[in-house]
């Protein structure tokens, strides 16, 4: 087990040096390798190609059908081509070296195989390899990296649609990079382990993978400022990825977001820690189970307090079925913007007609459930007028207002306050008529 | 739903001409180069056309004309393939282009606190969906029509009776459904509604039968027995069993004869065709199996049930990881025999105590994860245990299990 932190300090000297490198390169200097900074660069936009000024000279397409990828990289830069289609173009030549090697790996299938059976190892991709072919495939894909970031610079995010990580904007650009640079490193080591284990997971497994997560928050830590950790953490923990999907759900506002992390990451710290993966989880009393909901409880709570109650209800709101269900329904039917609100309240509507009806003394147990069931008429009435009968058929199906169903066995129901869902309950049975 | 008739209509008239188009323009291979050729076209240095003086190409980057602009790449001496990835990046700035004109809006407002919330379901009218599918479905057909797929998909050995051509017909038509149906799901915006139920079902009937109708009746019979939802479950079972084509042929058709009988066939359908009860359901199963085992017999029957069974598959996996020998799986698989055995020889003898007998079940525990170990390794054995053969830890406490073919019990469990 010793010679695992050996092996594993190996790749991550060679991590550190990399994040040292990165760090004192020049800013300016961020896009492009040092030996592409002298080609002549006339195009810069950010379409795809540039179509003024194109000149392909036979230099070109000689070197288009060459091996000197460097000299094609500054002919086509020359020749006024975009940078991603210079990528697009250098990176097929690349390829182009590598991929009789690649197909020696990774075979075609054989079209004499049986049409009668399913081929049940190349279903599993990576388990037809060999171990030394699995390697061999990983050193092929590390030397085609470092022969594309050598000639055109990382795939920055520009060259990725123009997608960019709202995240990892309080970096600087040359932390960003860095910081891409460790993940892919450490992503790599990990993607070795779950590939080398071949489906079949080791405790020695599970503690390599602890052992680099561990050392990559080290990097990650190492490359940032106090406040720029405390940022990263904010954006990109655990607790962060969660409750990024919340926020969007009840379209939340920065200053939401912070004042609930703090109480989501006290919450996760003692109740969702991280795991491998791999050890069995620990078992659970009634008592942990107990104490568990009361602290989401209290969470919920504290919740409440801080973002104030109408923000809370409308959090609820935004996240319960019967809400969800109809704003597709009106997005779907092109109804009034309105909709999802009005016939929302039905609920309340409807919960306070349920309760005055199970409250009212005058009324026997069959009035009541056949006031009951005409709650539910109603309300199925109202939801039809608003979105047609098709749409309100696909409204129920979908379990919109399923509690109506409730109501039409004669039960009652109540609304949880923390949108989980409702409470039904029988109509007490009326009493049997005494014997004679 | 008058409107939808009228919207399927128009796809299937459209999908129409695209049939025709595909059944009459000339075969694939004559269209677009195939492998061999691009690649002896791209980098044999004997391809390249002699020299020409540099040339101005800023008007045919600058035109829609894409044909002619890949025709001009290629006579300047541009590699087949990446003469065909520029005009597919020139393709698909136009497409871009287009795409902003109808929803110039769709810039995203993710923050980082959340994700962004004009996803095209949330921020596109109804209208603008319809648009950006017509566009993204005419750019995919621009593509495939001028440059080619950007990627070949691996061939479907199923289809390997047909000829090339109508094997292209068909990989062509399952791609247009595929794109009607991704086109009609898009647009319900998660809300589906019985009249989408209604387009999908068309969209199917209409798939089924545009693609009989690129074959004989001959190559029809062959196509299904190859292909269908049958075909599909039989040829993951037949590499469990180790069919011959001839098995397959065989359980294919009784399969195919029960199936027709009491299966609906509209994929659609909430429930099965009526007319058969659960019971008689379970009778004809049973007949079935009896039947195909009968016909692969004892040995493959039980073989196929190991190789399925989780812990011989996590044994598989072991051998794999640790290129142990390769009957290793079976001869650890092998050790539920020894379990077996010695559980009967404690039956068997009448004066041993309880406390005894217990006492044998924890040693015959302790043997077999000995030999686990034996076979795996310490570590291996430790984490195979740990998921696997759930069985030795209950026998480990005294207690007797029964180890069947597709799970196992406690005696107490079976008494209850």
């Known amino acids: 087990m010793k010679a695992l932190p050996l092996l594993l300090a190996a790749s991550l000297v060679v991590n550190a040096a990399l994040v040292t490198v990165t760090l004192r390169r020049p800013s300016s200097d961020t896009s492009a390798p040092a030996s592409a900074s002298t080609t002549a660069r006339p195009t810069e936009g950010s379409g795809t190609l540039n179509s003024t000024g194109i000149q392909l000279s036979p230099e070109l397409v000689s070197a288009l059908n060459g091996n000197d990828t460097q000299a094609l990289r500054d002919l086509l830069r020359a020749a006024g081509l975009s940078d991603d289609l210079v990528r697009t173009i250098v990176q097929m030549r690349i390829w182009k070296n590598y991929e009789a090697r690649f197909k020696a790996l990774h075979p075609e299938p054989d079209p004499n195989q049986p049409w009668w059976k399913d081929d049940r190892d190349r279903q599993d991709g990576w388990r037809g390899l060999t171990k030394a072919q699995r390697e061999e495939s990983r050193r092929l894909q590390r030397e085609v990296r470092d022969e594309t970031e050598r000639l055109l610079g990382p795939d920055t995010p520009k060259s990725n649609r123009g997608w960019q990580d709202q995240r990892l904007a309080f970096l600087p650009e040359d932390k960003i990079k860095a910081l891409r640079e460790i993940q892919q490193d450490y992503q790599e080591l990990m993607s070795e382990i779950h590939q080398d284990s071949q489906g079949f997971r080791l405790a020695s497994d599970a503690e390599k993978l602890r052992f680099l997560q561990e050392e990559q928050k080290r990097d990650i830590e190492a490359l940032m400022t106090p406040e720029e950790r405390q940022a990263y953490e904010l954006r990109m923990s655990n607790t962060a990825q969660q409750l990024r999907h919340k926020m969007t759900q009840f379209d939340a506002t920065e200053q939401e977001y912070l004042a609930i992390f703090p109480l989501q990451k006290a919450f996760d710290e003692k109740y969702n820690p991280p795991h491998d993966g791999y050890s069995p989880h620990p078992e659970r009393d009634q008592n942990y189970w107990k104490e568990r909901r009361e602290a989401e409880k209290q969470l919920q709570e504290q919740i409440r307090s801080v973002i104030g109650e109408e923000r809370y209800a409308e959090s609820l709101r935004l996240q319960d079925n019967d809400w969800r269900q109809l704003e597709a329904a009106t997005r779907r039917l092109d109804l009034p913007a309105d909709t999802p609100s009005r016939l929302y309240a039905l609920r309340d509507t409807a919960a306070a007609n349920v309760q005055q009806i199970a409250d009212n003394p005058a009324l026997g147990f069959d009035e009541k459930k056949a006031a009951l069931a005409a709650v539910a008429a109603r309300t199925r009435d109202q939801i039809r007028t608003s979105l047609g009968a098709e749409g309100a058929e696909a409204y129920f199906k979908n379990n919109g207002m399923g509690w109506l169903k409730e109501l039409e066995k004669g039960n009652t129901i109540t609304f949880r306050e923390d949108a989980t869902g409702w409470d039904t309950k029988a109509l007490p049975k009326p009493p049997k008529p005494a014997a004679k | ?416």
């Open chain 2, 1 to 416: 739903m008058n409107r939808s008739a009228i919207a399927i209509a128009a796809l299937a008239t459209l999908n129409a001409a695209l049939l025709g188009y595909i059944a009459f323009r000339a075969s694939p291979t004559s269209e677009y180069a195939s492998d061999e050729e691009r690649t002896s076209l791209s980098f044999d240095a004997k391809s390249v056309p002699s020299p020409v003086p540099a040339s101005d190409f800023s008007a045919a980057f600058a035109s829609d004309d894409y044909a002619a602009l890949l025709v001009r790449l290629h006579q300047t001496g541009f590699p087949d393939r990446i003469a065909r990835e520029v005009v597919r990046a020139r393709i698909r700035e136009d497409y871009q282009e287009r795409f902003r004109v109808i929803a110039p809006e769709a810039e995203s407002d993710e923050t980082w606190w959340r994700y962004g919330r004009n996803h095209r379901d949330f921020m596109l009218t109804k209208d603008q969906l319809v648009a950006i599918d017509a566009l993204a479905r005419e750019t995919a057909e621009t593509e495939d029509r001028i440059v080619g797929p950007s990627c070949q998909p691996e061939p479907d050995i199923r289809l390997g009776f047909l000829p090339e051509q109508k094997r292209k017909q068909i990989e062509r038509i399952e791609k247009d459904y595929l794109e009607l149906e991704a086109s009609i799901q898009q647009q319900t915006f998660g809300f589906h509604t019985e009249s989408d139920t209604a387009k999908m079902r068309l969209l199917y009937e209409e798939r089924k039968r545009d693609i009989l109708a690129v074959m004989t009746p001959e190559e029809r019979e062959i196509y299904e027995m190859r292909t269908s939802d049958i075909a599909a479950e039989l040829r993951r079972e037949g590499s469990w069993l180790g069919l011959t084509e001839a098995e397959f042929r065989q359980i294919y058709a009784l399969r195919s004869k029960i199936a027709a009988l009491h299966e609906s066939s509209d994929p659609f359908a909430q429930q099965e065709a009526p007319g058969i009860s659960t019971e008689e359901r379970a009778r004809e199963e049973k007949a079935l199996n009896d039947q195909i085992f009968a016909l692969v017999g004892s040995e493959r029957w039980q073989n196929a049930h190991k190789q399925q069974d989780r812990d011989y598959q996590i044994l598989v996996l072991a051998t794999r990881r640790f290129d142990l020998p390769s009957d290793t799986p079976d001869r650890v698989y092998a050790l539920r025999e020894e379990v077996d055995k010695t559980i009967s020889a404690l039956d068997a003898n009448t004066t041993l105590s309880a406390d005894g007998r217990a006492k044998a079940l924890v040693d015959l525990a302790a043997r077999i994860r000995s030999q686990v170990e034996g076979h795996l390794g310490t570590e291996a054995a430790e984490a195979y245990l740990q998921t696997n053969m759930r069985w030795l830890k209950t026998l480990a406490q005294g207690q007797e299990v029964i180890l069947f073919a597709d799970r196992w019990e406690t005696v107490e469990s079976l008494n209850r």
